[in-house]
């Protein structure tokens, strides 16, 4: 059974950097291309970031050019390096496979607030 687990959440002024990081256990990611997703109070789960089996990376608008998504193939894990965090960035984030959805983990919240 695969299972994710996200940490590096917290409390941040905007502005500020956070790195997010996602353990995968039960299943070897060398093979899928991974995702970060967000959801916010209120909204709908959305995809963030994604990076393929050979390290191609996509960015929804709101945050290109800020973040950075990267993966470790060895440690099984996958990053979300977070930059110039605005108020607007506070969600929980979740990592997934991007083309075969799993059981979501638990999440690590972010907030960005002064």
């Known amino acids: 059974q695969v299972q994710f687990v996200e940490s590096g959440g917290g409390l941040v002024q905007p502005g500020g950097s956070l790195r997010l990081s996602c353990v995968v256990s039960?299943?070897?990611?060398?093979?899928?291309?991974m995702g970060w997703y967000r959801q916010g109070l209120g909204k709908q789960r959305e995809l963030v970031a994604d990076?393929?089996?050979?390290?191609?990376?996509n960015y929804a608008d709101s945050v290109k050019d800020r973040f950075t998504i990267s993966r470790d193939n060895a440690k099984n894990t996958v990053y979300l390096q977070m930059n110039r965090l605005k108020a607007e960035d506070t969600s929980v984030y979740y990592c997934?496979?991007?083309?075969?959805?799993?059981?979501w983990g638990q999440g690590t919240q972010v907030t960005v607030s002064s």
């Open positions: 997934n496979f991007r083309n075969r959805l799993s059981r």
């Open positions: 039960g299943n070897s990611i060398r093979s899928d291309v």
């Open positions: 990076i393929s089996v050979g390290g191609r990376t």
